[in-house]
């Protein structure tokens, strides 16, 4: 069966972004895969985070994850810091990878601005620790949204410098997964931004833990312009905030975007937006109502996370001892 491995940073609330552009494929790749879902806390660390925060945060999102239908039996779900292979891999992978490459990195380019310099040397090496997290376990597919895919092409650069430098064929190169829709979810407030956890409004972004009223509520302000949908796709042209809003009508009720407009075109904001509303609270809602009961018994969120952490390091370890062997460090 197919390896596939994902990871998400417990930062935040995952949001609407996060479900469609990675876990609802997460949870569909449950089915005739395995699959390994790891929350990706040293990745968080890259950016200061309060560490009381960042635990309730791990376990907030492993509830949410399992909300989601993520199947800690039948597959791996751990927190990343549990499993040391990570770090080990990942200084490795520092030391294959080159400076060229990550000066590539638009994320990395995004989230600076001008200041670069007041940022972690972790925020830079990032997409390295990302490689390591995926080929640890010789993983091959990654399910991921559009904005991850220049740090798996990255992990295959690595891949290939890995392999030659030390004459192995050691790892295979690896295949993102990104949704045919919704690989980008934008912004409520702004179309042409991407829906992200560090977004300053509440209002920009629809989080997986928000009750009907709130869902409703985000979609009636979310931002749009006066004239009704159009027919077809050309008609959303220059209109980013309306095809934002039609591409989760479409992802989330699994039509397209053609369709949507099908059924919808000449309508006026007013009743696609309730109706949107209808079909998003239809999905989320359940997923919040669970996770809160979930975050009840937090003993067994660390027992899960446990577990998983127990069952990853069982894979990895022999791959990352094999790597250690390869470069030349004494074992
Ligand atoms: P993170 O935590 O930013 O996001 C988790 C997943 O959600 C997707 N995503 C989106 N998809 C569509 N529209 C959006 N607005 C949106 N925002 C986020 C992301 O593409 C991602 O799939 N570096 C990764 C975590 C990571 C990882 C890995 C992923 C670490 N190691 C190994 C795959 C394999 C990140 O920061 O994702």
Redesign the pocket.
Known sequence: MTRV?????P?GI??L??Y????QNWVALQANHECIF?L?DL?ALTVWQNPADLRAQTRQQTAVLLASGIDPEKHILFN?SAVSAHTRLGWIFNCVSRLGWLNRMTQFKDKVGKDRENHSAGLYV?PN??AA??LAYKAVK???????RQ??ELANDIVKKFNHDYEVEFFQEIEAFVPAQ?????SLRDGLK????SDPSAQSRIDLTDDADTIALKIKRAKTDPEPLPSSLEGLTDRPEARNLVGLYAAMDNLTPEQVLARHGGEGFGPFKKALADVMIARIEPIAKETSRLLDDTGHLDHVLRTGAARAAAIANPIVDEVEQIVGLLK
């Open positions: 491995f994902s990871g998400i940073q930062t995952p949001h972004g996060n469609l552009g990675a876990i790891c990706v990745h990343q990032y620790l990302m997290d995926i990654v399910p991921v949204g559009d904005d991850q740090h798996v919704a690989a980008r979810v934008m991407k829906m992200s956890k």
